[in-house]
């Protein structure tokens, strides 16, 4: 993730994190709320309190102001937060409005700085202008704060009392003892939130945030749990810690982009977004997922806020003028596919090569599912390379009642001139013993 400095205007622009793709890093329960581009920020004060911000896409959140520029390293990505704003001029139609870019101004602490927002491009000012006042009137900022002091109120007065007995009168337990009673107490809360927020539909969607932060928490402690003592884990318990980590790594997109908030620019930022999320689904499928796998795991993460095949195919489209690790690839038997840049052909040729060139599979061939297990990818993107490898010149292939099969192609190895002479070298003489071994 890249992120710049800060300290400008006595602190008011603070520091914008951004991802890999140019996507703003919200913070915990911030949600995106509109977007446009071509907006500057200048000073409106003589002589300028700070360096004006040019050509850049402003994004308002519950919490913030970002602006991130339109052109890598071309400045710092910047943001202001609402709680620093003092005051919203409203804005005033004129005749002389007519003739200049859409603009609003604000006042903010500290020092009282006023900022124009100056809009150059095309896109739904009047939309901005209103949730720029509803997100500031709403103050969300202010009920994490108190729900924070909340929490640590809660959690000091349990730290007040000591010795045998707390401060409702009962035994404390200490120890072994008491660390497990406490783990079981918040499962049981976890239990009960989840309950919950299954009752029904409107449930679920009313805490679909507080399921997201949980099963983040969960996540990043089942990611952190060290190994146990001895060295060696069951394998049944990992095979349900891994599941529950995938399903942790699924869980959802908290802000996703919608066409309100990212209007004309909804496809620019929903191809970086899209590029964000796919690491992960790359990571567990081996470096490659097909274009239809993809579609269903982004917008389960979407939740409610459904794409189009369309719209996913044009913001993969868009990856060619983003520097991003991921790309968009079409196979000759026309199957699409997202894989990672650094997912290269010839390695994967290298590995099949190892694989059909065994003493095993020189004789028996391999299928789809074979080759599944060694590049540790799905079948079908597995049957792919295959056939790809049998383009180059790698593999011939064997159609028979049991299905279809892949050999090492043996015969740039075979000698025109002498047809019948059996060779004891090469990959051919290892052929040669191996079939040897099955007649005997």
Not at 20 to 40: A, I, K, M, Q, Y
Not at 192 to 208: G, I, P, R, T
Not at 312 to 332: G, H, I, N, S, Y
Not at 382 to 399: N, P, Q, S, V, Y
Request: glycine share 6%.
């Amino acid at each position: 993730m890249a992120s710049g400095s800060s300290n400008r205007i006595g602190g008011l622009f603070e520091n914008a994190e951004v991802t890999t793709s140019g996507r703003p890093v919200l913070r915990r329960n911030e949600v995106e709320c509109f977007l446009l581009s071509s907006v500057d920020l200048d000073s409106e004060d003589d002589p300028p309190r700070f360096t004006a911000l040019r050509s850049g896409n402003l994004i308002l959140t519950t919490h913030r102001l970002i602006w991130i520029p339109s052109q890598p390293n071309a400045a710092v990505p910047s943001s202001v937060p609402l709680a620093a704003i003092t005051h919203i001029f409203s804005h005033k139609k004129s005749i002389k409005s007519m003739f200049h870019s859409p603009r609003i101004r604000f006042q903010a602490d500290p020092g009282s700085v006023v900022v124009t927002v100056v809009f150059r491009g095309k896109g739904d000012f009047d939309g901005l202008l209103t949730k720029f006042w509803e997100c500031w009137r709403g103050r969300a900022w202010e009920a994490e704060e108190e729900k924070r002091e909340s929490e640590s109120s809660r959690s000091g007065s349990g730290t007040v009392a000591q010795g045998l007995y707390g401060n409702d009168g009962t035994v404390r337990m200490v120890g072994l003892a008491g660390i497990l009673r406490k783990e079981q107490e918040q499962w049981e809360s976890t239990d009960k939130s989840l309950q919950d927020a299954f009752q029904d539909l409107n449930a679920l969607m009313s805490k679909a945030k507080e399921m997201v932060s949980l099963a983040e928490k969960m996540r990043q402690k089942l990611l952190s749990a060290p190994s146990s003592q001895n060295g060696s884990t069951d394998d049944e318990e990992m095979g349900s810690k891994e599941e529950m980590q995938q399903w942790m790594l699924s869980v959802g997109i908290i802000s996703p982009v919608t066409k309100e908030s990212a209007g004309a620019l909804y496809h620019q930022e929903l191809s970086r977004q899209l590029a964000d999320f796919v690491r992960i689904p790359l990571e567990q499928a081996g470096g490659m997922i097909s274009l239809t796998d993809m579609y269903y795991h982004f917008n389960r993460a979407r939740g409610t806020e459904l794409i189009s095949p369309d719209d996913l195919w044009q913001a993969c489209t868009l990856w060619e003028k983003f520097d991003v690790p991921v790309m968009l690839r079409k196979f000759d038997s026309g199957v699409m596919v997202i894989q990672n840049k650094s997912h290269s052909d010839e390695e994967v040729m290298s590995r099949i090569r190892m694989l059909v060139t065994k003493m095993e599979t020189l004789r028996t061939g391999v299928t789809a599912s074979d080759a599944a297990l060694t590049l540790k990818i799905a079948p079908a993107m597995a049957k792919e390379h295959l056939l790809t490898a049998e383009t180059k010149g790698l593999l011939c292939r064997d159609m028979s009642p049991d299905g279809l099969r892949f050999y090492f192609n043996l015969f740039p190895e075979i000698d025109p001139t002498n047809l019948h002479i059996v060779k004891d070298f090469g990959t051919y003489g290892e052929w040669v013993k191996a079939t040897s071994l099955l007649s005997v």
